[in-house]
């Protein structure tokens, strides 16, 4: 199948692969998303963008509570990355350690949002504006905490999960 120039030119663009987490600390209620498009846009203070699906209920968290993290994914993750594409629900217990979404073992980050245990990195963030606009709506955050939970061994762009790696015909993760 041949593809049209715009559709070739934007499946050029190299995409990580990460998933995006939300919870209420009120509530409880959490949400999780697969998610590729993400970059940094300023050094300070550090901000980056990440577009989410208009209408999944972790974009509708993040608008609630103004924080959520972005768990990278390593390269052996790929099974993780697409538990993610469906929807999710949250088990067990955050403040016992018990917790686990999409079958995916989370825990209490420094700053009331919710990481995968097993994520490469986290980075905890502060939503400062979402564009509404499109199927997916790009989000402003400030990133206020960073953790890092393997040993760095060379390029860290080079231990990430990338969109390629998920099969062949894998453009988009969500």
């Known amino acids: 199948m041949e593809l049209d ?11 990580g692969v990460h998933v995006v987490t939300a919870v209420h600390p009120a509530t409880m209620q959490a949400a999780a998303v697969t998610s590729h498009w993400l970059t940094q846009t300023s050094f300070s203070p550090c901000l ?18 103004r924080r959520f993290a972005i768990n990278m994914l390593g390269k052996d993750d790929a099974e993780e ?70 040993p760095q061994a060379g390029r860290p762009d080079g231990m990430a999960l990338h969109i390629g790696e998920l099969g062949e015909g894998v453009f988009y993760a969500t």
């Open 81 to 150: 990355a697409l538990a993610f594409r469906r929807p999710t629900t949250l088990t067990g217990n955050l403040h016992e350690g018990t917790a686990c979404i999409g079958g995916w073992g989370v825990s209490w980050g420094r700053h009331a949002t919710m990481m995968l245990q097993n994520a490469v990195t986290v980075l905890e963030c502060d939503m400062r504006a979402i564009l509404e606009a499109g199927d997916h709506y790009p989000v402003i955050a400030e990133v206020i905490d960073a953790h890092a939970r393997l």
């Open 48 to 65: 980056i963008a990440v577009s989410l699906p208009r209408d999944h209920a972790v974009l509708g968290l993040i608008r609630e509570t």
């Open 5 to 15: 120039p715009t559709s070739f030119a934007l499946r050029m663009i190299p995409y």
